[in-house]
């Protein structure tokens, strides 16, 4: 869902090409991803070579700015692949394992690297000019709506397994 929110207010600010990735195990979010406002969504285990594609749309340039929202270390480790000299990643999905990097292709590439954390004050009247504006499409990101009190079997449990299609389980109190 992070993903889905860095797509919709890249594209209501006016970004240009937004090239976007999901995951082989939710169909789901890549159609959202695309309504959202992504220009091209990837397949990372469909895609022979991910680097080419993006290379190929950006003329061998690379992207200005990557949002890495995945939370994994293996996606982290390949953002810099898609990025132009002067590029800046931003990582916004919390990666939980250590992850190495060269600082010499950092500094030879002039790549900047910035972290975001949940939200400020600031930040909810800007969502709520979204949500009046119908920028995020919070109808179809609702894919189900279960109780409360059935929340581990329709909730968690779901979640956990591979292949899923659910972007947002609405908790309902129980009547």
Not at 158 to 166: F, M, Q, S, T
Request: with cysteine.
């Amino acid at each position: 869902m992070v993903g889905l929110g860095v797509i919709a207010h890249l594209k209501n600010a006016g970004a240009g090409l937004i090239i976007a990735t999901a995951g082989v195990h939710n169909k789901k979010r890549a159609e959202l991803a695309k309504k959202f406002g992504a220009d091209y969504v990837f397949n990372p285990q469909k895609v022979s070579n991910l680097k080419e594609e993006v290379l190929k749309l950006t003329n061998g340039k690379g992207v200005d700015v990557v949002f890495d929202c995945s939370g994994s270390a293996q996606a982290f480790q390949s953002v810099t692949s898609f990025l132009r000299k002067g590029g800046q990643v931003l990582i916004v999905g919390i990666v939980t394992r250590e992850v190495s990097i060269l600082p010499l292709n950092w500094v030879t590439h002039e790549w900047q690297l910035q972290g975001s954390q949940a939200y400020n004050s600031d930040e909810f009247p800007i969502v709520i000019e979204f949500l009046k504006k119908s920028v995020l499409l919070v109808k179809e990101v609702i894919t189900s709506k279960i109780k409360l009190s059935n929340i581990a079997k329709d909730g968690f449990d779901k979640l956990a397994k591979p292949g899923h299609n659910e972007v947002k389980i609405l908790v309902e109190p129980d009547e």
